[in-house]
């Protein structure tokens, strides 16, 4: 009996909002759960794509803010954001 619980690769794809050859590279590297049953069917748990997701979106978050603290932002004249430039050694001392 095959439920809403297992996804395809095509639909495990769909829900992830990549393409089916990304998934499938996630997934023969091991990124995400899924478990082959034959060189081309896939077969992946609904949740495992979801913590998936939801894995990946909290790293890359952890990165952007990371990443935030270390650059102070301006605000130009025009209200536009701009990061710091960093400040530079002298040259030829």
Known sequence: MIT???LTLEEAAALA???V???RTLA???DIY???LNQKHWVFLRDDVIDFLRRRAREQAK???DRNTTAPVTRSRA???RNQLPVLADVGQ
């Open 34 to 36: 899924a478990t082959s």
């Open 28 to 30: 023969q590297n091991g």
């Open 79 to 81: 209200g536009r954001r």
């Open 63 to 65: 990165q952007r803010r």
């Open 17 to 19: 909002k990549v393409g």
């Open 4 to 6: 809403d619980e297992t």
């Open 21 to 23: 050859d990304c998934m």
